[in-house]
């Protein structure tokens, strides 16, 4: 397979880190190879918070993606400013629509557009954006169905707070089914 | 144990805990904090002792105590940390003492950065401290290699009675990666020499790296140095990758060393026979093997995160049968494959 080399970005506190820790935790259970790497540090504070998720069947060569990004969520801006110049050729974009403008993307890359902040309200609770982002990413990757969004939030979530558990796999599949 | 998807610096201290850490002093610095954190939760639940020390320089010498009284120990740090720990190591050598370093290595010199860095090469590997001694320096290149190499670490510290370094960077600590920590207990070595109070013994144990008579010190230090020729026989590790048939060999160590075989297989695709030649154990360095492995190639090129500190090993292993290159980056920027490739074509010259 190709190897999918995914960047989620945004405001610290729209949860983008563990919610790529959740991509990496389904593809492990997939049986493939993955890493997941966090910004760290400094830049962590007030701009954009980023992890980096690679996917592979073969040895992942390189935790740190240089280059070639093949998956950008971008929750904010700024995240889209900082990873636009890195995305491959036929890189799939995942926007936040109420907060991206997609002007400045190149044509040859595909952008999806999803209302994070809308479904959250929708279902009335802004925490749950970031579940919706993972269902708008799941939905692109090939490797993974419906079903292993919803069993990863079960897991993750289910024995501390089956409320939210329930809200967090609505946000999955509505942003799962959107397209 | 199936496979758990955990951050290095987590993975590295569970690792730490199943193999029968019984002790583990340490001070905080990022980017190692979680290894501490991690300890500060679970040792204690296993039978263990926690504590947080004052400073880098009590902790290392909570270890020397600790291990001189017998128990099995560790302690971890990054950059800075170690450099103000060299001291102790140099006492624990000294000593004898097995004991377990974790570094997880950053920017520098001075307080440098926070992000990854292997800038540390020769403090790891010559070290800061006074006198004749010599540390065993493992360095993995992710985080499954990282746990295994923590219990490996405390098998080579008992063997042969020696500090033994586990050297780390920043993305080791701070990525996740699926790993299966091996749970199985190491059995310690009966340290019979250990300060454990006299009992029935006929004579006392002392640990100490004091000696004033000129010749019980040059034995002393004969000993240390017979000890790591024995070590120089039996615990060389290194991995090689396509090297096989390669017109160019990389060398380069840590998780730089990936990003390196990405290089190589994009190599590959464009018909430059590049391979990899990656030291696993820094201490003792795999001179004879690599300078086995340069013997057809073109050029060797030593990559690393540092202004070019391995490349002097490198150089001792190599001793001139083909040139020696260089590739590095510092301050937290780690290369890119396109790097090593554009550094590779660019040593090939016109082709």
Not at chain 1, 118 to 139: D, H, R, T
Request: aromatic share 6%; charged share 20%.
């Amino acid at each position: 397979m190709k190897s999918i080399k995914l960047v989620c970005a945004g405001f610290g506190g729209q949860g983008v880190l563990s919610m790529g820790q959740m991509v990496a935790l389904m593809a492990m259970k997939k049986g493939f190879n993955t890493s997941w790497m966090p910004s760290y540090g400094p830049e962590m504070r007030g701009g954009t918070a980023n992890c980096q998720v690679v996917i592979d069947d073969a040895e992942i060569a390189s935790p740190i993606i240089a280059e070639g990004i093949t998956l950008l969520l971008a929750m904010n801006q700024m995240a889209l400013t900082k990873f636009q110049p890195k995305l491959e050729k036929g890189a799939w974009l995942i926007v936040n629509e109420a907060l991206v403008n997609t002007d400045e993307v190149p044509s040859d890359v595909h952008v999806l557009k999803v209302d994070f902040n809308k479904i959250a309200s929708e279902i009335g609770n802004p925490k749950v954006q970031n579940m919706a982002a993972l269902g708008s990413i799941a939905a692109q990757l090939d490797i993974f169905d419906k079903q292993d969004g919803i069993e990863i939030i079960e897991e993750k979530f289910g024995m501390k707070n089956p409320e939210l558990t329930k809200l967090n796999q609505k946000a999955f599949e509505v942003a799962y089914d959107h397209h | 144990m199936g496979k758990v998807l955990m951050k290095g610096n987590e993975a590295i201290a569970q690792a730490a805990i199943s193999a029968g850490c019984e002790g583990f002093f340490g001070y905080p610095i990022t980017p190692q904090n979680e290894v501490p954190e991690y300890m500060s939760k679970y040792l204690a639940k296993s039978g263990g002792v926690f504590v947080q020390a004052e400073s880098e320089i009590a902790a290392i010498n909570m270890v020397y105590g600790a291990a001189a009284a017998g128990a099995r120990v560790m302690t971890s740090s990054s950059s800075p940390g170690i450099a103000l720990k060299q001291e102790g190591i140099s006492y624990c050598a000294g000593a004898q003492l097995p004991i377990v370093i974790v570094s997880v290595s950053r920017g520098g010199p001075g307080l440098g950065s926070i992000l990854p860095s292997q800038g540390d090469y020769n403090q790891a590997t010559r070290g800061g401290g006074n006198g004749d001694y010599r540390v065993i320096v493992l360095a993995p290149n992710g985080v499954q290699e990282a746990t295994d190499m923590v219990r490996h670490a405390f098998r080579l510290a008992d063997t042969y009675r020696i500090p033994v370094m586990v050297m780390a960077d920043g993305i080791i600590g701070q990525m996740m990666e699926p790993v299966e920590i091996d749970t199985t207990p190491i059995p310690k070595a009966a340290n019979l020499w250990a300060a454990t109070g006299k009992g029935n013994r006929d004579h006392l144990n002392v640990v100490n790296s004091m000696h004033l008579d000129s010749v019980e010190l040059e034995d002393h230090n004969i000993l240390l140095n017979n000890k790591y020729l024995e070590i120089v026989k039996n615990e060389v590790e290194y991995e090689k990758f396509l090297s096989d048939d390669a017109d160019v060999l990389i060398v380069a160590y840590g998780t730089p060393s990936r990003i390196v075989k990405s290089a190589i297989k994009t190599l590959r695709e464009e018909g430059i026979k590049a391979g990899l030649f990656r030291p696993k154990t820094l201490v003792p360095y795999p001179y004879d093997a690599l300078h086995e492995a340069s013997k057809n190639v073109k050029f060797v090129l030593c990559a690393e995160l540092s202004m070019g500190q391995m490349l002097v090993d490198v150089k001792l292993a190599v001793n001139g049968i083909v040139p020696v290159h260089f590739y590095g980056r510092t301050g937290g920027i780690i290369f890119e494959p396109s790097e090593i490739v554009n550094a590779v074509k660019s040593h090939l010259g016109g082709k």
